[in-house]
């Protein structure tokens, strides 16, 4: 089964407590998300409004940066 990552983020913030005021996701090859609650700013680019239950919420995205495999070290085996 798929799992939208942006939905996941959603429900985890809307049942965490209001401490919790944003969740990473990373997507490997397609870069990551983050996910916010919403608040009323001026618009912004890379961003979307996302809506779940009557709340907000928004998600930034960032693409991947293509490196060189030697450049890097991969120590926690997760591969992104």
Do not use: H, Y
Request: one cysteine or more; charged letters at 25%.
């Amino acid at each position: 089964r798929d799992v939208d990552p942006s939905e996941t983020a959603m429900r985890l913030l809307q049942s965490s407590s209001p401490t919790c005021r944003l969740v990473i996701v990373t997507c490997g090859k397609n870069g990551s998300l983050l996910i916010e609650r919403f608040r009323n700013e001026p618009s912004q680019q890379n961003r979307t409004i996302l809506r779940r239950n009557d709340e907000e919420f928004v998600q930034w995205t960032c693409p991947a940066w293509p490196i060189e495999q030697t450049e890097i070290l991969d120590t926690t085996g997760c591969g992104d």
